[in-house]
């Protein structure tokens, strides 16, 4: 990469609408949408990917998959993303091991503009989590929920709470309806862009 990259972290529970958020503010905003998720099922469904089975074990365990995947497969989309300067992150960094690999990964390469952090109650994230079983996501029965709720709250929330203490979190309430999410999305980015 060429010039530095302004980045935004989105970070949330399963099910707290990352994916529908950052769509929305990528046409919004003209800015790049990349899924950690789905860059790893992306690998995992390519046969000739040496990373595909580690992957798929991380998954199915609900555990995080390790900094150096993730951040060469989101190195290698930027690149392929074409001229955008900014990106939305969604989903990345879940841990402390993510958050320092990233920086010692990405850090001379991009700049880290704040984190957006989608908040919704437990029994919303699994009742999403749950509604879009149809979506062919092998991580979305109970159980694998269950396991990436425990992990979301036991390791991403220290993330959150690191870049609290910094004030680089902007909190969006995703309890509520498409419309006053976007509505609060909006107020945020413009204030903070």
Known sequence: MNTKKRIIFVLGGPGSGKGTVCDYLSREYKIGHLSAGVLLRKEISNPRSHLGKLIRE???????VPATVTCAL?????????????????????NKENMD?????????TELLFILFLKASED?????????????RSDDDVEIIK?????????????????????MVRALDT??????????????????L
């Open 58 to 64: 991380h998954i199915v365990n609900g555990t995080i």
């Open 124 to 136: 919303v994230l699994m009742k999403r989590c749950l509604s879009r079983k149809s979506s062919d």
């Open 74 to 94: 989101l190195r290698k989309a930027m690149e392929a993303a074409g001229d955008f300067e900014t990106f939305l992150l969604d989903g990345f960094p879940r």
């Open 101 to 109: 690999g990233w920086f010692k990964e990405m850090g001379q390469e």
């Open 175 to 192: 309890n509520k309806t498409k419309d006053e999410v976007f509505k609060k999305a909006r107020a945020i980015f413009d204030q903070s």
């Open 147 to 167: 396991k990436r709720l425990r992990t979301f709250y036991d390791e991403t929330m220290d993330v959150i709470s690191h870049f609290m203490s910094q004030q």
